[in-house]
Nanobody, 124 residues
Framework: QVQLVESGGGLVQAGGSLRLSCAAS????????MAWFRQAPGKEREFVAA????????DLADSVKGRFTISRDNAKSTVYLQMNSLKPEDTAVYSC?????????????????WGQGTQVTVSS
């Protein structure tokens, strides 16, 4: 059974930083594209970042470029999202997702597995 478990969310002031982690089990982690999505109250889920199998290539949403970094440790079956210079508009539930493909994709429906999510709240 595939499990994706996020951690690291919380309350932070604007300008602060958080590091999210997503630990995966039950799948061949190194053969899955990993991504982060977020959903704010009353809004649709949106793509944040994705990373290829070996971590050589990443894709970030324009709204987070220069502030967020995605990385992975295949030995630990874990993907990370380092979030710096946080803004109140970054407030959302952040979920990690896995895609059994080597291609990056921003479309949520192409991801096979999802975590439950972790709340990130940025106060002004």
């Amino acid at each position: 059974q595939v499990q994706l478990v996020e951690s690291g969310g919380g309350l932070v002031q604007a300008g602060g930083s958080l590091r999210l982690s997503c630990a995966a089990s039950g799948l061949t982690f190194s053969r899955h594209v990993m991504a982060w999505f977020r959903q704010a109250p009353g809004k649709e889920r949106e793509f944040v970042a994705a990373i290829t199998w070996g971590g050589q290539t990443t894709d970030l949403a324009d709204s987070v470029k220069g502030r967020f970094t995605i990385s992975r440790d295949n030995a630990k079956s874990t993907v990370y999202l380092q979030m710096n210079s946080l803004k109140p508009e970054d407030t959302a539930v952040y979920s990690c997702a896995a895609r059994s493909s080597f291609l990056l994709d921003k479309a949520a429906h192409t991801y096979n597995y999802w975590g439950q999510g972790t709340q990130v709240t940025v106060s002004s």
